[in-house]
């Protein structure tokens, strides 16, 4: 009989810690997951332009949830950044709606053309004999860049 109630106890005690955990990351915002998450700098990176990272708002987080299934570029109002400051261009990249984990985006170039700013960036796949999570994924940048320019192109490259 206490040998029944132990199994309960420890049960009980794994669905209660579960419940927990699953609470906790269901409280996770996108704004957290993008901040953890994101790395954007190659090992042959290369810009034009004084570059980093911003925070959305909740009203720009809404945003980059609404394009993330989308791949391309999104810029972002003055309302849609945290701490916003003029003579920056802020940029969501998105690779799209990804089927597994293991995708990555990589920027590679920031750089000025032809009086618009030039966003290049690799949509990287998991090798196909890799051990990847089932989970659907949007691998995002969110990218701040220092510029006056106001018009933007933006090239994301499938790379195997």
Request: charged share 20%; proline share 3%.
């Amino acid at each position: 009989m206490n040998k029944h109630r132990y199994l309960f106890l420890i049960i009980g005690l794994s669905l209660l810690v579960g419940i927990l955990c699953a609470s906790r990351l269901h409280r996770t915002s996108y704004k957290e997951m993008l901040l953890n998450k994101v790395s954007f700098l190659a090992d042959d990176f290369d810009t034009d332009f004084p570059i980093g990272t911003f925070v959305p708002t909740t009203k720009g987080e809404e945003k980059i949830l609404a394009n993330r299934e989308t791949q391309g570029c999104l810029v972002l109002d003055a309302e849609d950044v945290e701490n916003h400051q003029e003579g920056f261009m802020y940029v969501v990249i998105c690779a799209g709606t990804k089927s597994t984990g293991g995708h990555q985006l990589l920027l590679t170039s920031v750089k000025e053309e032809n009086a618009m700013v030039v966003i290049t960036a690799q949509d990287i796949a998991p090798p196909k004999d890799a051990i990847v999570t089932m989970a659907i994924t949007y691998p995002t940048i969110c990218l701040r860049i220092q510029t006056e320019l106001e018009w933007l192109k933006c090239d994301i490259q499938k790379s195997e």
